[in-house]
């Protein structure tokens, strides 16, 4: 059997150190996440990182509802952190559906921070898999997430 690698991977550098990167990823969300990039029907008012291992990342809309993105699997600032994405390739959360986003923060000096995504296990979209990645592959997807990240790090 041939193995083949599925994971998608990103990276930006930002000009604030590991520490203050990893808070602004993971705690203050909201600010940076492109508006249109959402499964809710409603706008995004707060998009939540809850800082534990178990803690929920989900999205809290204007009109009060909730929409799940995943769970923490790994939270070590800050180094690190691992989250699930359960959204399906029909833009909703599956609870049996799991693949992972592992963010890191690099120091490379003078201050600044590396900034790596890898998000891998897409086989689990099963016969989706292939567009799946393409989605994610597609520069207004990860790519866009991580520039508009950086715009506000920077």
């Known amino acids: 059997m041939i193995e083949t690698d599925s994971a998608v991977r990103r990276e930006v550098v930002v000009d604030v150190p590991p520490a203050r990167a ?7 969300m909201t600010s940076w996440w492109p508006a249109d990039h ?6 995004i008012a707060e998009i939540i990182v809850e800082p534990r291992t178990g803690g929920r990342w989900f999205t ?3 009109d009060g509802t909730e929409t799940s993105t995943g769970v923490v699997v790994v939270w ?4 690190r952190f691992v989250v699930t994405w359960q959204i ?18 690099e120091p490379v000096g003078d201050g600044r921070t590396r900034v790596r995504l890898e998000h891998r296990d897409l086989d689990a979209f099963g016969a ?3 567009a799946m990645k393409e989605t994610f592959e597609d520069p207004g997807a990860w790519q866009a997430t991580l ?3 950086a715009s506000v790090a920077s």
Request: proline content about 7%; hydrophobic content about 40%.
């Open 38 to 43: 959402h499964i809710g029907s409603a706008p």
């Open 128 to 130: 989706d898999a292939a």
């Open 76 to 79: 070590e600032p800050p180094g």
């Open 88 to 105: 399906g390739a029909d833009w909703k959360f599956h609870t049996d559906l799991v693949t992972t986003v592992e963010v890191r923060f």
């Open 147 to 149: 520039r508009a990240y």
């Open 22 to 28: 990893f808070e602004l990823f993971t705690a203050d």
């Open 60 to 62: 809290r809309h204007e």
